[in-house]
């Protein structure tokens, strides 16, 4: 295994010699560039939310790069981070704001810090538009919105009133996907969204938790309502016909089976299922499918034959990255992250 580097990094700035203006920076290195980004959430409201970043020959190894780089803190639950060309999006969901910076240097660049309650997630569709899932008050079921993003002013432009518990999107096809969880509840819906309005919404199963694009068809894997609620469900992989807008498979687990995780490299599904990460062959789907590696993970991703899982271990102390090789199923790197590792990048 190559010798890992913890260090802490400066971004340095080469300053132009030009008489106009001295203080306007020539160039900025891409520190962070072709590499593995994780957003730490952090411990619930004590904000010390970040990220890690691993470089692709897995050789350098950095902690905490956006206070290194400005001297603050992202603030408290650091929920996600979304990317419009060399621009990442951090989405702070209890500090109700969101840091923008360089993708590869991690300079901070503006902040959107009104308009956002309880915000979730961003995507962009390219353009000057972002969207931004928001729960508003978790325990109000009405009043749930995304919110559009001016990109030029990094301010909110408008807002789209959704059902409640908006969680990820993904983009296909210029329209807006959204899964909707539940927030603090349970729900059942994806929200497919065109321009500033809710062009369908979709009934898949309980708690749709993640989503993958292939072609022409969306897959919802969705985790069915736990036992806690009195009303237990189970899990099912929703096939959705991006060309209708229509279920056109639904695949069903046991009852008490409660997937989360969904990720996909190729024509394989991967998932996360009661300790063990399950791999499905979209060319003919039978759940669960193979089960392939022991492992109850915060999160996966799948890329070019490797599955990346993110281990938040007891969610108190420092979680962990572990790579494995998808041909033979063997873990072959493992780092440290922050605590509670929650969403996996790649910066290419």
């Known amino acids: 295994m190559k010798r890992i580097i ?3 990094l400066t971004v340095l700035l080469f300053v132009s010699c030009s008489s106009d203006d001295d203080n306007q920076p020539e160039y900025i290195p891409a520190a962070f560039e072709k590499g593995i980004l994780i957003t730490n959430e952090g411990p619930f409201n004590n904000g010390s939310g970040n990220i890690t970043y691993i470089s692709e020959d897995y050789s350098t190894v950095v902690q905490n790069i956006f206070k290194n780089v400005n001297g603050s803190n992202l603030g408290n639950i650091v929920q996600s981070m979304g990317f419009q060309d060399n621009i990442a999006y951090i989405v702070v969901s ?7 910076a360089n993708r590869y240097t991690f300079q901070r660049i503006d902040s959107v810090t009104t308009g956002l309650v309880n915000p979730r997630y961003f995507v962009s569709v390219g353009g000057n538009k972002g969207y931004v899932s928001n729960w508003g008050d978790p325990n109000d079921n009405t009043d749930d919105y995304l919110a559009v993003l001016d990109l030029r002013t990094n301010t909110v432009s408008a807002t789209i009133p959704v059902a409640f518990g908006p969680e990820r999107m993904v983009v296909a096809n210029n329209k807006i996907y959204v899964a909707h969880q539940g927030a603090y509840g ?12 809710v062009e369908s919404t979709i009934p ?7 989503m993958v694009v292939s072609g022409n068809t969306l897959y919802v894997l969705c985790g ?23 279920v056109s498979q639904t695949f069903s687990f046991g009852t008490t089976q409660h997937p989360t995780s969904l990720t996909m490299d190729g024509a394989k ?3 996360n299922l009661d300790g063990k990460v399950y791999k499905v062959d979209t060319a003919s789907i039978s759940l669960p499918g193979a089960d392939i590696i022991n492992g109850n993970f915060y999160t996966l991703q799948a890329k070019d034959g490797k599955l990346y899982a993110a281990d938040a271990k007891d969610y108190a102390s420092r ?8 041909s033979t199923n063997q873990q072959i790197q493992e780092f440290e992250t922050g605590i509670v590792p929650g969403g996996i990048y790649f910066n290419e």
């Open 269 to 271: 599904l991967f998932y």
């Open 319 to 326: 979680g962990s990255l572990i790579i494995y090789d998808l």
């Open 186 to 197: 349970q729900n059942n819906l994806i929200s497919v969204i065109s321009g500033t309005t």
């Open 94 to 100: 209890n500090s109700q704001k969101i840091e923008i």
């Open 6 to 8: 913890f260090m802490t």
């Open 224 to 246: 069915g309502n736990p036992s806690y609620t009195g009303s237990e469900t189970a899990g099912s992989l929703v096939k959705i016909d991006l060309a209708t807008g229509q």
């Open 204 to 210: 898949v199963g309980d708690v749709p938790n993640s």
